[in-house]
């Protein structure tokens, strides 16, 4: 079978799994879990042979057309280089992953079926991404995504959290993607084409004629998908859906696509130095205020949802100084330890009861209670604070030793002042980084109080995948030299430099963070009331999010101890930790800037339809029908009355003309 055959299939299976999925759920639901598990496998081992053969060399390169247009073609075309290989890989494992997890996770959610045929539909679409060669057919996969999104994100559609939190995601993204299109239509006219390959060839050649229009027009788009500043706001809330959801969403699929997207595309972006200046603005400002945020957040899931912006914002800060190997190199990394993350965040509310640091840290025991999650997070918040030598220390110095580069004049492509931003921005995220991920392992696994329920193993369907996923998570840092020839030929080893102020910064957030957790665990420690208790579900409560999934996958759960919770993130932020807790209220400057106009706009389009439009077409109709009620009066069926009507109408003509005919004579 050749490569370009097994390349269709890669999407493909999923997307048939989907279909199926669909059609059989209520029918033949002995055959969801298959239809859900064995697609998405195959097409992850079929991702890995077309990475084999493809071999980080010649990129393949297929087309065919669509359909004619009298213009600008479109074609389905595929374009795989050692990037969308590799990419590839890492969409089909986690996929897989999450699918295997979900098994047990939601075994026992009546809406299973629908919710693994769309977790099929997104795998698929995410692949069309990777592997489309056509920027009109990866249009396909980015919005089909953003659809996927929806549903999934409100599958507890019953809460009023998650409806909200759907429509958020699915509004914000398009807000992106309205200009993302433009920007896409501006491409394909100054290149001539949508292909992938032609457009690169037009801006190699010189001939983009709005080369900063573009790329920000395109940035736009990507803010919204990857959540990147000012369009973020979405992910955090995006936590309602079910957590499985969020681990694909933050680590192989979406947010992943607009990064990819860039990268795949970069020369668009380097031909104007004003564009790299914008993305480093936009990752440094990301990358810092997700931190800050994170360290602020009870909800785990929504400690990891900054988390994800953040280290997202490495990514783009790395190809704003115009190294896509650093940045795709972190995606995979990032792509490993963040599903580990989610997927390991679902055995711990799964075993808890409660998606509440605050609440955990009342609870002794917990990390006993859950071992399998205890170990396989533990590897990943090392990964993610980038501790050597665990994944994310190795893709996040690469990240900083291009941000060097560019900031000593040494890049081909990005000017200084970009360097400075990622530089800089990225040396205060790595400590930030450190104390949230010290602080959710703290809180989470070495809390006193009340002993954690004992409700047994997880199913080795849940424990199994968290152990597969860590080894990438410890040992995907060991493939740094060879990725190098798989990319740009860039290398991606760290320096001195780099390794001193990143390790440094990580180690003085671990540092500061456990000394001040000490001191907080001392004071709550003091603050007990004895004999005052709460369910843990209350104690939840306090949390920045509704879980809905809380009531649905985890056990019964026991009371609490009402004490303080020991939480080191509000000694490290201090007067900040009320707004970090807010997302800095970003929501509610965009309700007034934004929202409160549109509804006042939509109020007064309301009373000018009501009171103005509606009032003229009433008086259209209520003149005919008061004229027709005073013709109805004269109307009565006396044939005597019409004869005297008619004689004396005759009479009154007959008067007129006389008169009429005497004044002419006159005249």
Request: proline share 5%; aromatic share 8%.
């Amino acid at each position: 079978m050749s490569t370009t055959t097994l390349a269709v299939l890669v999407p493909l299976l999923p997307f048939l799994g989907a279909v199926a999925g669909l059609l059989l759920g209520r029918t033949a639901p002995g055959f969801v879990k298959p239809l859900a598990v064995l697609p998405t496998l195959a097409a992850a081992v079929l991702a890995v042979l077309v990475a084999v053969r493809q071999g980080g060399g010649a990129a393949i390169n297929t087309a065919t057309e669509l359909t004619p247009t009298g213009s600008v073609p479109i074609e389905l075309s595929f374009h795989i280089d050692g990037f969308a290989a590799l990419v590839a890989v890492v969409v089909g494992v986690v996929a897989t992953c999450v699918q295997v997890y979900s098994t047990a996770y939601l075994r026992e959610d009546p809406r299973y079926p629908s919710y693994a045929a769309l977790v099929s539909l997104f795998t698929s679409a995410m692949l069309l991404v990777v592997y489309s060669g056509d920027l009109m057919v990866l249009l396909v996969g980015w919005e089909v995504m953003g659809i996927c999104s929806y549903f999934l994100v409100g599958h507890y559609w019953e809460t009023e959290a998650a409806r909200s939190a759907s429509l958020k995601a699915f509004l914000v993204t398009k807000l992106g993607d309205v200009p993302f299109l433009i920007g896409l239509f501006a491409l394909a006219t100054d290149a001539g084409s949508f292909q992938i390959t032609k457009v690169l060839g037009t801006v190699a050649s010189g001939g983009l004629d709005h080369p900063t229009l573009i790329g920000l027009l395109l940035l736009a788009g990507v803010a919204g998908k990857s959540a990147q500043f000012p369009l973020h706001t979405w992910l955090p809330d995006a936590m309602a859906g079910p957590t499985p959801v969020s681990a694909l969403i933050h680590a192989a699929t979406m947010v992943a696509a607009g990064v990819y997207f860039i990268a795949r595309l970069l020369p668009v972006f380097t031909a104007s130095q004003a564009t790299l200046v914008v993305m480093a603005l936009m990752a440094g400002i990301t990358m810092v205020g997700s931190g800050l945020a994170a360290l602020a957040q009870d909800d785990i899931k929504r400690v990891l949802a900054y988390s994800t912006v953040g280290q997202l914002g490495y990514m783009i800060g790395a190809l704003a100084v115009g190294d896509r190997g650093a940045a795709v190199f972190h995606l995979m990394s990032h792509g490993a330890f963040k599903a580990l993350l989610f997927l390991g965040a679902g055995v711990i509310i799964h075993a808890a009861g409660t998606n509440s640091l605050a609440a955990m840290s009342r609870m002794d025991g917990l990390a006993r209670r859950i071992p399998d999650a205890f170990w396989t997070m533990t590897i990943a918040l090392l990964a993610l604070a980038a501790v050597p030598p665990f994944a994310g220390f190795f893709s996040k110095e690469a990240v900083l030793v291009a941000a060097e580069h560019a900031a000593g004049g040494r890049s081909d492509v990005a000017p200084s002042t970009a360097g400075w931003v990622v530089l800089v921005a990225g040396v205060l995220t790595a400590l930030l980084t450190a104390a949230y991920a010290t602080r959710l392992w703290l809180m989470a696994f070495r809390g006193r109080g009340a002993a954690a329920p004992d409700h047994g193993r997880e199913p080795l369907a849940m424990t199994g995948v968290l152990w597969l996923l860590s080894v990438p998570s410890i040992a995907f840092g060991l493939a740094a030299v060879p990725l190098a020839d798989w990319f740009d030929g860039k290398e991606l080893t760290p320096t001195v430099t780099t390794s001193v102020l990143g390790t440094g910064a990580s180690l003085v957030g671990v540092m500061l963070t456990y000394a001040l957790w000490q001191r907080a665990t001392a004071r709550a420690a003091a603050g007990i009331r004895n004999g005052d208790a709460v369910p843990a579900s209350v104690a939840a409560a306090e949390s920045a999010a509704e879980t809905p999934e809380v009531a649905e996958v985890t056990h019964d759960h026991p009371a609490v101890p009402a004490a303080p919770a020991a939480d080191p993130g509000r000694a490290l932020l201090g007067p900040l930790h009320r707004h970090a807790a807010d997302g800095f209220h970003l929501d509610a400057v965009y309700d007034r800037l934004f929202v409160r106009p549109v509804r006042a706009g939509a109020s007064l389009v309301r009373f000018l339809d009501r009171e103005v439009v509606d009032t003229y077409v009433r008086g259209a109709g209520a003149g005919p029908r008061l004229l027709g009620g005073l013709v109805r009066r004269a109307q009565t069926g006396n044939v005597q009355s019409y004869l005297s009507a008619l004689l004396a109408g005759a009479v009154v003509l007959a008067i007129a003309t006389a008169v009429l005919a005497n004044v002419n004579a006159g005249s």
